[in-house]
């Protein structure tokens, strides 16, 4: 029986990975995998890392040398890897679609708070003040949202906008042929859009696609969204943008620099990240812990493919939705 190095766990991490799992050995560790925590994969045949583990050249060089043959990532996301270090020495595979309608569904749901200001009732009536100014929102009916990324989480969006009666504009620079929905230039998209809402990956052409020159081209007032990855955004630039109203709000389920704070209980953490503490406690933004993917279905299906990926691995020698 193989035994595996699971890195970054949560309770609800195992839930369905003991649940699924037949063949292996699973040992759960709590630390983040890094530079400090690699040699816990001593003895391991495979990894299964998280998407804020840290999987650079050291990383991959150690588990290397302690003899691990996979690295089996539970997440769809593989910016935190480095692939070249991990070209021709360790394979690694991930979960490339888990539950698009879990990000999909919960980009709506910040936009519905953050426009209905929902969060601000819910506190304002347990103190018993049922005052209603302040609250005004506006209908999503007739509005245009710009959605940049047409991969299966921006198709699904899209098609809930539709519900709502929106009209749709979509970037993407592989669009999908015969869209039953309008592609714009991305230009185009950023001045005509009422609310932009990211489904795209984070890559090199990707990184700070949101900043202050395409915050300057946006309508003033424009809502933004990011349920992908935080560094689509430059956290600077949109922070300005909120102060001075250029940017009427942001629901944002992803930060820049969230790797030490996410998923993490940080609240009595002294010294804190300036950017991320001014965003949280800005009253026209909606932040949460990158919990878009967390419903059951997405647990189980994360954990159903990361595990079909070690046995098509370990039974049969293939590489099964492989990124190196």
């Given at each position: 029986?193989?035994?595996?190095?699971?890195?970054?766990?949560?309770?609800?991490?195992?839930?369905?990975?003991?649940?699924?799992?037949?063949?292996?050995?699973?040992?759960?560790?709590?630390?983040?995998?890094?530079?400090?925590?690699?040699?816990?994969?001593?003895?391991?045949?495979?990894?299964?890392?998280?998407?804020?583990?840290?999987?650079?050249?050291?990383?991959?060089?150690?588990?290397?040398?302690?003899?691990?043959?996979?690295?089996?990532?539970?997440?769809a996301g593989y910016n935190n890897v480095d692939r070249n270090a991990a070209k021709e020495r360790i394979p690694v595979v991930r979960v490339p679609g888990y539950s698009p309608y879990a990000?999909?569904?919960?980009?709506?749901?910040?936009?519905?708070?953050?426009?209905?200001?929902?969060?601000?009732?819910?506190?304002?009536?347990?103190?018993?003040?049922?005052?209603?100014?302040?609250?005004?929102?506006?209908?999503?009916?007739?509005?245009?949202?710009?959605?940049?990324?047409?991969?299966?989480?921006?198709?699904?969006?899209?098609?809930?906008?539709?519900?709502?009666?929106?009209?749709?504009?979509?970037?993407?620079?592989?669009?999908?042929?015969?869209?039953?929905?309008?592609?714009?230039?991305?230009?185009?998209?950023?001045?005509?859009?009422?609310?932009?809402?990211?489904?795209?990956?984070?890559?090199?052409?990707?990184?700070?696609?949101?900043?202050?020159?395409?915050?300057?081209?946006?309508?003033?007032?424009?809502?933004?969204?990011?349920?992908?990855?935080?560094?689509?955004?430059?956290?600077?630039?949109?922070?300005?943008?909120?102060?001075?109203?250029?940017?009427a709000g942001a629901g944002l389920d992803v930060y820049e620099e969230e790797t030490e704070f996410?998923?993490?209980?940080?609240?009595?953490?002294?010294?804190?990240?300036?950017?991320?503490?001014?965003?949280?406690?800005?009253?026209?933004?909606?932040?949460?812990?990158?919990?878009?993917?967390?419903?059951?279905?997405?647990?189980?299906?994360?954990?159903?493919?990361?595990?079909?990926?070690?046995?098509?691995?370990?039974?049969?020698?293939?590489?099964?939705?492989?990124?190196?």
């Amino acid at each position: 029986m193989e035994r595996i190095a699971f890195f970054d766990t949560k309770p609800y991490d195992r839930v369905w990975f003991d649940k699924l799992n037949q063949h292996y050995n699973i040992k759960y560790f709590e630390h983040k995998l890094n530079e400090d925590s690699v040699s816990l994969a001593n003895g391991c045949s495979a990894v299964i890392p998280f998407v804020n583990d840290t999987l650079n050249a050291d990383v991959i060089e150690a588990l290397y040398q302690l003899g691990v043959k996979i690295i089996a990532m539970r997440c769809a996301g593989y910016n935190n890897v480095d692939r070249n270090a991990a070209k021709e020495r360790i394979p690694v595979v991930r979960v490339p679609g888990y539950s698009p309608y879990a990000v999909a569904e919960f980009t709506m749901g910040l936009l519905l708070t953050l426009n209905r200001k929902i969060h601000k009732a819910y506190f304002r009536t347990r103190d018993f003040n049922f005052s209603l100014n302040g609250l005004v929102g506006f209908d999503l009916h007739g509005r245009t949202v710009g959605v940049i990324g047409t991969g299966k989480i921006g198709q699904i969006f899209i098609r809930i906008c539709r519900g709502f009666g929106m009209h749709v504009l979509a970037y993407d620079p592989y669009p999908i042929p015969d869209a039953d929905f309008s592609y714009v230039s991305l230009e185009e998209l950023l001045q005509r859009s009422d609310i932009i809402s990211l489904h795209c990956p984070l890559t090199e052409q990707t990184k700070h696609i949101i900043n202050k020159e395409s915050i300057a081209q946006m309508k003033d007032g424009a809502i933004l969204l990011n349920t992908s990855r935080g560094m689509l955004v430059e956290s600077e630039a949109l922070l300005d943008a909120l102060k001075n109203g250029k940017i009427a709000g942001a629901g944002l389920d992803v930060y820049e620099e969230e790797t030490e704070f996410f998923f993490e209980d940080r609240s009595d953490m002294i010294k804190r990240d300036t950017i991320l503490s001014l965003l949280v406690s800005m009253p026209n933004v909606v932040l949460t812990s990158h919990q878009a993917f967390l419903t059951t279905e997405a647990l189980h299906n994360i954990a159903k493919v990361t595990l079909e990926n070690l046995d098509a691995f370990f039974q049969n020698g293939t590489v099964s939705n492989a990124i190196v």
